[in-house]
């Protein structure tokens, strides 16, 4: 899913997205400029999605999103060689470390819900490309409505991996125009 345009995000939105950019800054130096040194990345990310997004991701899972926005904080945790390797090689089958993710959903009913879950992502990349990529759902703790949400989504995608290609092209995106929006930032750093 192509990102919203800078006149389109909130104020909300445009915060967000510049209080992500150092760690997307360090990623894209990784990925693209195959130094080793400085260690695995670690960093907080804060991203909101608004109801109609999620509509249009979990569409492919043939379910709609029933509540409003989702706001979510992650620990990210990436290996620096996984990082250099998905790029220069050509061909990677990563395994990333189990990512947990702390989210409140707007609800018009009870007030926000607060879910969190569990993922293990594993990605194969070939000449520089993500061309399959499994989430590898895990535990999720939420109010029994949400979860149940949840858990139909991540089922279906654990059995038929069914988000591969929106998370395929969501990594494709990243390590290709997405870093390039930040490129006078990292290359040759």
Same mark, same amino acid.
């Given at each position: 899913?192509?990102? *919203?345009?800078?006149?389109?995000?909130?104020?909300?939105?445009?915060?967000?997205? /510049?209080?992500?950019?150092?760690? +997307?800054?360090?990623?894209?130096?990784?990925?693209?400029?195959? +130094?080793? /040194?400085?260690? &695995?990345? $670690?960093?907080?990310? *804060? +991203?909101?999605?608004?109801?109609?997004? #999620? &509509?249009?991701? *979990? $569409?492919?899972?043939?379910? $709609?999103?029933?509540? =409003?926005?989702?706001?979510?904080?992650?620990?990210?945790? #990436?290996?620096? %060689?996984? #990082?250099?390797?998905?790029?220069?090689?050509?061909?990677?089958?990563?395994?990333?470390?189990?990512?947990?993710?702390?989210?409140?959903?707007?609800?018009? /009913?009870?007030?926000?819900?607060?879910?969190? !879950?569990? !993922?293990?992502?594993?990605?194969?990349? %070939?000449?520089?490309?993500?061309?399959?990529?499994? *989430? =590898?759902?895990?535990?999720?703790?939420?109010?029994?409505?949400?979860?149940?949400?949840?858990?139909?989504?991540?089922?279906?995608?654990?059995?038929?991996?069914?988000?591969?290609?929106?998370?395929?092209? &969501?990594?494709?995106? !990243?390590? =290709?125009?997405?870093? &390039?929006?930040?490129?006078? %930032?990292?290359? =040759?750093?």
């Amino acid at each position: 899913m192509p990102p *919203l345009k800078a006149e389109e995000l909130t104020p909300e939105e445009k915060a967000e997205r /510049e209080a992500r950019k150092d760690c +997307k800054v360090r990623i894209c130096a990784a990925f693209h400029n195959h +130094k080793p /040194e400085g260690g &695995d990345l $670690s960093c907080s990310v *804060l +991203k909101t999605w608004r109801k109609e997004q #999620l &509509d249009k991701m *979990l $569409s492919k899972a043939k379910v $709609s999103w029933p509540w =409003g926005r989702v706001k979510c904080t992650a620990d990210i945790h #990436l290996k620096r %060689d996984m #990082l250099i390797k998905a790029l220069s090689q050509p061909h990677l089958e990563a395994t990333l470390d189990t990512h947990k993710v702390v989210c409140q959903v707007a609800r018009t /009913e009870g007030g926000p819900a607060d879910i969190t !879950f569990e !993922f293990t992502p594993k990605v194969t990349f %070939d000449q520089g490309k993500a061309v399959k990529a499994v *989430l =590898g759902w895990g535990k999720i703790e939420a109010p029994a409505l949400v979860k149940g949400a949840m858990w139909t989504v991540t089922t279906t995608d654990n059995a038929f991996n069914v988000l591969q290609s929106t998370i395929v092209e &969501d990594i494709n995106q !990243f390590t =290709g125009p997405r870093c &390039d929006e930040v490129k006078s %930032d990292w290359a =040759g750093k």
